[in-house]
T-cell receptor, first 118, second 116 residues
């Protein structure tokens, strides 16, 4: 079974509008972390935002916010006021366990290509 | 602070050859991980090194190996290259926090390997 599922292969949004990228996850661990990364065409993976399984509030980082619904095991990324530079591939990823022994191991979804139109 | 540096950026090799990729982590980061990214399989975890020891390994054949040096720099090696090894290889480093799960991985620009 897929541990991270991103059901939207591609999304389109108009500049200055908000967009939500979906992510659902599957884990039996109580402690886990969820990450979103952006990958422009240049290939570099850019860290955007983090949500911990025990965090009670949704994470926010500038124009990025995470709609975390633990019971539904979803961690959707919301980008507000989209910009042309937001066009890229977006990956949802999970680190399972308390992090003591596997900091470097993330499980990634298949990604969503976001295209921002002027 | 300098980011994660990977060299070379591009490589073209022939089937059967071997290749070594290099990664310098962010200063102070002791965890270095390697990932393979292909259009078909997506991003897959190869292995993780911490303090010169392999701490985690993904589901890849023994042709894929790595090591970490005392300065935290890491290399990965692929022997007997196959066409299917063509991919973007990404290295990432992490600053660990005791008992915390929130340290993100910081990735380099990757090495794009083409096997012909």
């Amino acid at each position: 079974a897929q541990k991270i599922t991103q059901t939207q292969p591609g999304m389109f949004v108009q500049e200055k509008e908000a967009v939500t990228l979906d992510c659902t996850y599957d884990t039996s661990d109580q402690s886990y972390g969820l990450f979103w990364y952006k990958q422009p065409s240049s290939g570099e993976m850019i860290f955007l935002i983090y949500q911990g399984s025990y965090d009670e509030q949704n994470a926010t980082e500038g124009r990025y916010s995470l709609n975390f619904q633990k019971a539904r095991k979803s961690a959707n990324l919301v980008i507000s006021a989209s910009q042309l530079g937001d066009s890229a591939m977006y990956f949802c990823a999970m680190r399972e366990g308390p992090g003591g022994t596997s900091y470097g191991k993330l499980t990634f979804g298949q990604g969503t290509i976001l295209t921002v139109h002027p | 602070k300098a980011g994660v540096t990977q060299t070379p950026r591009y490589l073209i090799k022939t089937r059967g050859q071997q290749v070594t990729l290099s990664c310098s982590p962010i200063s102070g980061h002791r965890s270095v991980s390697w990932y393979q990214q292909t259009p078909g399989q997506g991003l897959q975890f190869l292995f993780e090194y911490f303090s010169e020891t392999q701490r985690n390994k993904g589901n890849f054949p023994g042709r894929f190996s790595g090591r970490q040096f005392s300065n935290s720099r890491s290399e990965m090696n692929v022997s007997t290259l196959e066409l299917g090894d063509s991919a973007l290889y990404l290295c990432a480093s992490s600053l660990e926090g005791r008992g915390k799960n929130n340290s993100p991985l910081h990735f380099g620009n990757g090495t794009r390997l083409t096997v012909t």
